[in-house]
Structures are given as C-alpha cells and as structure tokens.
C-alpha cells in the first residue's frame, strides 16, 4: 500500500506472537493516563511515602544524621514487619485514589466509544482485552506498593547488615502477597463496577461506595444486630485483617482484636468481592450486547 | 474460485429469538453482497462470522475453517468495520489506526506506516493527526475503513459502509470499495439494504429475509443470463409473435406491439429482424432487459423463505 501508488496491498511482513498483544493495551493505556499533567503529578506524590522510608530507614542507621538533627533511636528494632505493614497501609489507600482515577476511565470508554467490537474483532479474546487494562492498574499499584516495600526491604537489609534480611525473608514474602492480593482485589472489583454501570462518574461513585458505605453499613449492621459479622461487609478492614496475619501483627495493631471474624471468613468476603466482579465483567464485557425480550 | 464463507445449518439465537434459522450456502464472489430489510439477520450473520454469536446449530466457514474452532487465526484475516460509530474520540487517526493495527500483531514501526499507508489510501491523509472526535461523519466512516485495513486483511467485512454520507462521500467509499475489490488480494463482504451500493460493487449476493436466505445468486451469471432476454416494441404483430414461438423463443405479448423475449442460445438477434421482414413490421425500439437486483430482490421478498425453505435458493432466470 505504497503512499505514492495509493492503490492496496496485504501486509506480508513479521507478527507480534499472539501471547503479547494484550501488552499493547496495556502501553497504550498508560499512555492515555500520563498524557494528564494531574494525574501525572498524583503517581508522583504516590512516591512520597517511600522517599520519606528511605530517608527514615537512613537516619535510623546513620549515628551522624542522628546526632546531627538530636535524635535518639532505641535499642528495639523500629523498621520490622510493623513498620512495612504500616507503609503498605498507607500506600494502599494512595492506590484506591489512583485506581479510583484510573480504572472506571479505561472501560467506560469503550463503552462511550462502542469500540469493544473493535477490540473483540482482532485476535484478541476478552480475557485478553480484561488482563491488558487490568495490566495497566497492576503496573501502577505495584510502582506504589510491593516494589518500593521491597527496596525499602533491601535497603534496611543492606545497612542493618548482620543477616537481617535472611532472618526477615518471610517479610518480603507477606509484602509480594499482601500487595498482589490488593492490586488484584482493586482490579477486578474497580472493572467489574465499571463495566456493570459504563459511566465514569457514576463508575468511580460506585467504587468510593462500595469501599466506604459499605463499611458503614457494615457496621450499622454489627451495632443493630449486635454482631460481628457486619465488618465482612468492610472490604478494606477484611484486607487489613488477611493483612495483619500476613505480617504477623496483632489485630490489636488495627483495633479489630474486640470483635473480630474469622480469618477464613475474612479470605471469603474477599474471594466473593473478586468472584462477583469475575461475573460482571464476564456477563457484561462483550462485542456485542443480546437485548432480551 | 474457492468459497469464502461457507454455511451450513447455520442457526443462531439470541435470547428467545432464533435470528438466523438453518442458513445454507457457499459464498465465492470477490465482492459480497449481504441483503435484507432490517432485522432479517445482516449484523447478526456479520456478527457470527467474526465470532461474537455462538451458533445454536450448525456452522460458519471462513476460507474453509470453522469459524469458533479457529477465531484467533480467522480474527488475524479479518477487517471489520463496523456500522456504529465506533473508535476513540480523544485519540488522534493515525494513532488509533496503528493501535488497531499493533492490536492485529503487526510490530510498533510497521503498524505506524500501515497506519499513515491506510490513511493516505482512503483519502484522509492530510487530516491523520487530528482527533477522531473532530471528524465530520464521513471521515469517521472512512476512518473505520482504514483501521479495517491497516493490518492487511484477506476478508474485509463492511457493515453498511455508506450509512449517513452525502453522494459525494457515499461515490468516494463505493470506488474505494472497487478499488480493493480489483487488487484481488482481499475478498469483500457488504452489508447493506441499499441495493444500488451492492449493484455497483458486488458480483454475488445474498438476500436475507426473516433469518432465512430468500436469494443466493451471482450477479454475473445473472447479468451474461439476462443477455437472452430482450423487450421489443413492434409496429404491428401480424403473425410475427407466432413465427417467433416457432424458432423456438419463450414469448409473451403485452399488448400495443410491446413483447419481451427469451431468446434460447443457438438463435440469433438477426433472425428476428429477418421474420420481421417477412412479416412487414417494424422493430421500433429492442432492449437486452437487465434484470435489475432491486427485481431479484423482490422476487426474494415476494418468494421468500417460508418454513421449510431455509436452504439456499439459486436465482436464474425464471423466464417471464
């Protein structure tokens, strides 16, 4: 399809092997979040907790830097299991904003734009299309989460020194599963709302609800009933609660030791969470819509 | 030439509705017609070939694989352009061509000179990098036949590809539609309920009608077929359409010297004009009568595909 002959011709040349394309989703749909000077601006403040570990986890090991700003740390070990459950605490909760602002924008419009079909039309299946947006969050939730607890993690083994790191290996281990488990959960229930309602706002409302009014229906439930089992409503807490077994804390850490559910139902609530959105992405992401009489 | 889409039983149902119900034919032309007034089944056939719709029973065929056992292979030959609007209003034209293009497997370069190639070819080069969303209908229109392009399909699908242009950018998207359908390399199936578009382009149609084929004909047998055919106006009968029957002609007279005439292949024109002599009448006014595919359409619509008529029916001539 020469410019000059305007006239068509095949394309006879090399392919992208099939396993790969639903990485081209994902580039572009980076792309499209970073083209936003706002959003750009907020990944970057996402980092802002791990430069201030950084610098934390250098002072508590730099006798100079203390004496020089008239600190005094303890003998206790203060960067432990605690502290990166704390760090992971807070970067989460930067990454339900970042979700919140990223997830509902890369369907709905698809939606907007009927373009689904065009996706679907190329050799790509839904779970590809699904797996190539869910790419995009999973790229930015792991920038804020498990790959800066982890350098945090090498760092602190580096200047501890001493084997701390093999001592605390099993901390690096509750950060990857803590973080995936987040990043997933995050995922599927911000696409899985979005392509239920197929409007951004509306999108990103049902998300905050879900996450936080939710909760408080959780625990309108549990004062009313006077149960426990509302907090299975809190989504949040749940991961907490998963969370806090991960890192080995006490629940006492999160204030959950009163009344606290099960572990196992704690897992429940959160492979139901992701089993639901499993369904609505499944019923509801499509090429085409049935309408049924 | 070896068929390009392939039915057999096909049914397809969409919640309680059976849409297409026992589809049978074997389509070859390089240019397909797909015909039928709304809600007969056009998009909903277009749909099941591009594996969007599980057939109930039956099966599809494209170049002769099944199309839900091989619809990533089948996917990779197939440009789809779809009839509503659909593309990415805040992306530039080249740039969501190329996406769709990377999107076919083409590597990142390659799908970007496809991409500004696909623009150029179909007339929008000089607009490529504006946003989408600005486009004027018939941009848009010809933006989603390039995307359909890009990656160098061997079946090229267009659901109603003149929907909403004006003449002058409906003329344009038919001769782009020629212009691929003469290189050969692609195969072209059109879906539309404008007859005059699948006239101009197309050399085989099907015509659906309640999800049932009415028609399955090729347009150029049907066209060398109507060449036997001819509509005379005669000063006066005078035995003539007698001594015609006796050569050997179907004949029928409409009344004030107008006859049409089905000529059998070993009779000549000439020796009409020659009985015409002898008679002493006058051949005022002879015509090859063309069969025009709005008749065959309404004979398919008259005819139709009633219960137990689901297979194929071949359009010939019927005579008079």
Same mark, same amino acid.
């Given at each position: ?35 936003? %000077? ?8 996402? &980092? ?6 950084? $610098? ?30 704390? &760090? ?95 990043? =997933? ?30 909760? #408080? ?27 806090? @077994? ?21 897992? #429940? ?5 992701? #089993? ?16 049924? #009489? | ?10 049914? $397809? ?15 070859? =032309? ?7 007034? @709304? ?7 277009? @749909? ?56 076919? /497997?083409?590597?990142? +370069? ?12 179909? =007339? ?56 691929? %359908? +003469?290189?050969?390399?692609?195969? $072209? ?13 197309? +050399? ?82 002879? @015509? ?17 595909? =009633?219960?137990?008529?689901? +297979?194929?029916? $071949?359009?010939?001539? /019927?005579?008079?």
């Amino acid at each position: 399809m020469a410019v000059y002959k305007r006239t068509y011709k095949a394309y006879s040349g090399p392919l992208t092997p099939g396993w790969s394309r639903f990485t081209v989703l994902t580039r572009y749909g980076l792309a499209r979040l970073f083209d936003s %000077r706002l959003f750009t601006s907020y990944t970057v403040f996402c &980092f802002l907790p791990f430069l201030l570990g950084l $610098v934390f986890i250098y002072f508590v090991h730099s006798t100079a830097a203390q004496m020089i700003l008239g600190l005094k740390f303890g003998r206790e070990p203060i960067i432990d299991n605690r502290w990166f459950f704390e &760090f992971l605490r807070v970067e989460s909760w930067l990454g339900v904003i970042l979700t919140a602002w990223a997830a509902p924008g890369m369907i709905s419009k698809d939606f907007a734009n009927q373009s689904i079909q065009l996706y679907l039309s190329r050799p790509l299946s839904r779970a590809e299309y699904l797996l190539g947006k869910i790419s995009v969050l999973a790229t930015l939730l792991s920038f804020t989460t498990w790959i800066p607890a982890l350098i945090l993690f090498v760092v602190q083994a580096e200047m501890q020194g001493h084997g701390w790191g093999w001592e605390n290996l099993w901390i690096a281990g509750a950060i990857i599963l803590a973080s995936f488990l987040w990043i =997933g959960l995050m995922s599927l229930l911000s696409m899985g709302l979005t392509v239920w309602v197929k409007w951004r706002i509306a999108a990103t409302a049902l998300f905050f609800g879900v996450l936080f009014f939710m909760a #408080a229906f959780g625990f309108a439930v549990n004062v009313i009933l006077r149960t426990r089992w509302g907090w299975l409503l809190n989504v949040p807490q749940m991961v907490f609660l998963v969370w806090c @077994n991960l890192f080995r804390v006490p629940l006492a850490w999160i204030q959950l030791h009163r009344d606290a559910v099960p572990l196992w139902s704690a897992w #429940a609530s959160l492979l139901a969470v992701c #089993a639901f959105s499993l369904w609505l992405l499944n019923r509801r992401l499509k090429a085409r819509e049935v309408e049924r #009489a | 030439m070896e068929p390009v889409i392939e039915l057999e039983n096909l049914q $397809v149902r969409l919640g309680p509705r059976i849409i297409l119900d026992r589809l049978n034919g074997a389509l070859s =032309g390089r240019c397909i017609g797909l015909l039928g007034p @709304n809600g007969s089944g056009k998009s909903t056939l277009i @749909n099941t070939l591009l594996g969007f719709y599980r057939p109930l029973a039956g099966r599809a065929k494209i170049f002769g694989k099944e199309v839900q056992e091989n619809l990533r292979d089948l996917r990779a030959q197939i440009g789809y352009m779809p009839e509503s609007d659909a593309f990415i209003a805040d992306m530039s034209g080249v740039r969501f061509v190329r996406y769709m293009a990377e999107l076919s /497997g083409l590597p990142k +370069d390659e799908a970007m000179e496809r991409a500004h190639e696909a623009f150029f070819y179909v =007339g929008l080069g000089e607009a490529r990098y504006r946003k989408l969303g600005t486009y004027s209908l018939g941009m848009k229109q010809l933006a989603k036949l390039a995307q359909a392009l890009a990656h160098g399909p061997r079946l090229l699908l267009l659901d109603e590809p003149t929907n909403g242009l004006d003449p002058e950018a409906r003329q344009r998207m038919l001769q782009l539609v020629r212009d691929i %359908r +003469d290189t050969g390399e692609v195969r $072209v199936l059109i879906s539309s309920h404008l007859l005059h578009d699948i006239e101009e382009c197309c +050399d085989e149609v099907i015509i659906l009608k309640d999800g049932k084929i009415a028609a399955l004909c090729n347009l150029e047998e049907e066209r060398k077929a109507n060449l036997k055919f001819l509509e005379l106006e005669v000063s006066n009968e005078n035995g003539f359409l007698e001594s015609v029957r006796g050569l050997g002609c179907e004949c029928a007279s409409f009344g004030a010297g107008r006859l049409k005439v089905v000529l059998p292949d070993d009779i000549e024109v000439r020796q009409l004009y020659r009985l015409a002599g002898e008679h002493s009448v006058q051949i005022r006014r002879m @015509n090859y009568r063309r069969d025009s595919l709005e008749d065959i359409f309404l004979k398919a619509m008259m005819n139709g595909a =009633g219960p137990g008529k689901a +297979d194929a029916k $071949v359009l010939s001539h /019927g005579g008079l």
